[in-house]
């Protein structure tokens, strides 16, 4: 069985650092996609980064230069470096992993930014 542990999130001032990580276990397909995802109360969930099995990284316009994703192959890990962060950063963030079986979901940490 997939499982996806997030870990990291917080409360943490405008300006700070978080760091998110989100470990998969139970994977026996090969892993396309890593990313991270987040929502906002009343607002659809948004992409906010991704990486790919090549190394490619998209990352959502309003993080740009502020955000760094990365993984860790042998752990099945994806990390989300969040520096200089903003009151509205605030969301609970979703990890998600696209495999050649399927695409799995964390169950979500949440990330507070206070002004």
């Known amino acids: 069985q997939v499982q996806l542990v997030e870990s990291g999130g917080g409360l943490v001032q405008a300006g700070g650092s978080l760091r998110l990580s989100c470990a998969a276990s139970g994977i026996i397909f090969s892993i396309n996609v890593m990313g991270w995802y987040r929502q906002a109360p009343g607002k659809p969930r948004e992409l906010v980064a991704a990486l790919t099995s090549g190394g490619s990284t998209n990352y959502a316009d309003s993080v740009k230069g502020r955000f760094t994703i990365s993984r860790d192959n042998a752990k099945n890990t994806v990390y989300l470096q969040m520096n200089s962060l903003k009151p509205e950063d605030t969301a609970s963030y979703y990890c998600?992993?696209?495999?050649?079986?399927?695409?799995?979901w964390g169950q979500g940490t949440q990330v507070t930014v206070s002004s």
């Open positions: 998600r992993i696209v495999t050649s079986g399927g695409y799995y």
